[in-house]
C-alpha cells in the first residue's frame, strides 16, 4: 500500500510542473494567432502564403500550422493548413467508420453543413459536422516535413443552384523542396464575385488529447511572401495574440516582414505592455 502510494505521489510530482492545471484550459491550445491586414478588401482570384517549417515534428503531436488560420470570402470565414492527424470520411453518405491518413493539408469553411459544397481531390477525404459551429471541410494526404511550403487558394467554376450563383474555391499546399503541389479538395461559396476580406490570420495549434507541455514540438515557422492574386502583397500591419489559458510556448519576431515563431520553450509574458480589455489574451505588435 506505501509502495503504490509513494509510485502515486512521484508520478503526481513529476507531472504538475508540466501540465500547470491551474492556468491551462483544455484543447485544442491556439499557441499564437496572427491577424495581418492588408488595407482593403480585394476581388478574389487567388491568395497564397508562403511558409518554412525549420524541423520535422512527432506526428504523434496533433500540430496544425494554419497559414491560414481565417478569412473571409464575401464575409464567409474560412480557414486552412497542414495537420500532423488528419481524417475524415471518404465516401457519400457517412459511412460509419472515419479514415486516418496521418500527415495532411485541410481547406474549411463555416456556416454550412452541406456536403454537396465539398468536392474531395483524388484520395482527399470530406467533413461536414457541428462540432465548433457548422462546417464543411476537405482534406488529402500532404506528407510535409521539414521545408518550404506554399498553401494556395483560387478561385474555381461558377454555377447556379436554385437561381443562386455559388463559386467553388480550390486549395493545395506546394513542396519548393519537389516541386510538387498536392491537391486538397474545393469548398463551394456563395456569390459569383468573391471579395477576400482585408484581415487574414494564421495560427500554430495543439489539438487532439491534452499532453505534457514537454511535448510541444520543437520548431520554427516562418510565414512571409504573401500574395493576393498573384501579386506580392505584404501585410500592412501584423498583430499576434497569445490567449492567456493556453501554455505560452511561441515566441515571435519580425524580420524584413517575416513572421517568424519559435515553439516549444516557455515563454515569460508577465511583463508584456497590453492584454485585451477582458485580460484573456495577450497582445504583441509586430510591425
Same mark, same amino acid.
Given at each position: 500500500?506505501?509502495?503504490?502510494?509513494?509510485?502515486?505521489?512521484?508520478?503526481?510530482?513529476?507531472?504538475?510542473?508540466?501540465?500547470?492545471?491551474?492556468?491551462?484550459?483544455?484543447?485544442?491550445?491556439?499557441?499564437?494567432?496572427?491577424?495581418?491586414?492588408?488595407?482593403?478588401?480585394?476581388?478574389?482570384?487567388?491568395?497564397?502564403?508562403?511558409?518554412?517549417?525549420?524541423?520535422?515534428?512527432?506526428?504523434?503531436?496533433?500540430?496544425?500550422?494554419?497559414?491560414?488560420?481565417?478569412?473571409?470570402?464575401?464575409?464567409?470565414?474560412?480557414?486552412?493548413?497542414?495537420?500532423?492527424?488528419?481524417?475524415?470520411?471518404?465516401?457519400?453518405?457517412?459511412?460509419?467508420?472515419?479514415?486516418?491518413?496521418?500527415?495532411?493539408?485541410?481547406?474549411?469553411?463555416?456556416?454550412?453543413?452541406?456536403?454537396?459544397?465539398?468536392?474531395?481531390?483524388?484520395?482527399?477525404?470530406?467533413?461536414?459536422?457541428?462540432?465548433?459551429?457548422?462546417?464543411?471541410?476537405?482534406?488529402?494526404?500532404?506528407?510535409?516535413?521539414?521545408?518550404?511550403?506554399?498553401?494556395?487558394?483560387?478561385?474555381?467554376?461558377?454555377?447556379?443552384?436554385?437561381?443562386?450563383?455559388?463559386?467553388?474555391?480550390?486549395?493545395?499546399?506546394?513542396?519548393?523542396?519537389? &516541386?510538387? #503541389? !498536392?491537391?486538397?479538395? @474545393?469548398? *463551394?461559396?456563395? %456569390?459569383?464575385?468573391?471579395?477576400?476580406?482585408?484581415? +487574414? =490570420?494564421?495560427?500554430?495549434?495543439?489539438?487532439?488529447?491534452?499532453?505534457?507541455?514537454?511535448?510541444?514540438? &520543437?520548431? #520554427? !515557422?516562418?510565414?512571409? @511572401?504573401? *500574395?493576393?492574386? %498573384?501579386?506580392?502583397?505584404?501585410?500592412?500591419?501584423? +498583430? =499576434?495574440?497569445?490567449?492567456?489559458?493556453?501554455?505560452?510556448?511561441?515566441?515571435?519576431?519580425?524580420?524584413? &516582414?517575416?513572421?517568424?515563431?519559435?515553439?516549444?520553450?516557455?515563454?515569460?509574458?508577465?511583463?508584456?505592455?497590453?492584454?485585451?480589455?477582458?485580460?484573456?489574451?495577450?497582445?504583441?505588435?509586430?510591425?
Amino acid at each position: 500500500m506505501i509502495t503504490r502510494f509513494l509510485i502515486l505521489l512521484f508520478m503526481i510530482l513529476c507531472y504538475f510542473p508540466a501540465w500547470a492545471a491551474d492556468r491551462i484550459g483544455n484543447t485544442p491550445w491556439h499557441l499564437v494567432d496572427y491577424w495581418w491586414d492588408f488595407g482593403k478588401d480585394t476581388e478574389f482570384k487567388s491568395y497564397e502564403v508562403d511558409f518554412t517549417l525549420s524541423n520535422d515534428v512527432d506526428p504523434k503531436v496533433r500540430l496544425y500550422i494554419a497559414p491560414i488560420g481565417l478569412g473571409y470570402l464575401n464575409k464567409v470565414p474560412f480557414y486552412g493548413g497542414i495537420q500532423t492527424q488528419s481524417d475524415g470520411y471518404l465516401v457519400h453518405p457517412h459511412p460509419r467508420r472515419r479514415e486516418y491518413i496521418g500527415k495532411g493539408a485541410i481547406f474549411s469553411r463555416w456556416n454550412e453543413r452541406d456536403i454537396k459544397a465539398t468536392r474531395k481531390s483524388k484520395g482527399g477525404l470530406f467533413e461536414s459536422g457541428g462540432y465548433e459551429g457548422d462546417f464543411i471541410s476537405v482534406r488529402n494526404k500532404c506528407r510535409w516535413t521539414k521545408g518550404r511550403y506554399t498553401y494556395r487558394i483560387k478561385r474555381g467554376k461558377t454555377e447556379t443552384i436554385n437561381g443562386k450563383e455559388h463559386t467553388w474555391v480550390e486549395a493545395s499546399v506546394f513542396s519548393h523542396a519537389d &516541386k510538387k #503541389t !498536392v491537391s486538397i479538395g @474545393a469548398l *463551394r461559396f456563395p %456569390g459569383a464575385k468573391l471579395m477576400l476580406g482585408r484581415q +487574414l =490570420a494564421g495560427f500554430i495549434e495543439i489539438y487532439g488529447p491534452r499532453i505534457p507541455l514537454t511535448s510541444i514540438p &520543437k520548431i #520554427t !515557422v516562418t510565414f512571409e @511572401a504573401w *500574395r493576393i492574386n %498573384g501579386k506580392a502583397t505584404p501585410p500592412q500591419s501584423a +498583430l =499576434a495574440y497569445y490567449p492567456r489559458n493556453v501554455p505560452q510556448y511561441v515566441d515571435s519576431k519580425v524580420e524584413k &516582414k517575416e513572421i517568424i515563431a519559435t515553439v516549444g520553450k516557455s515563454v515569460d509574458r508577465t511583463k508584456a505592455t497590453r492584454t485585451s480589455k477582458q485580460n484573456r489574451i495577450w497582445l504583441q505588435r509586430l510591425y
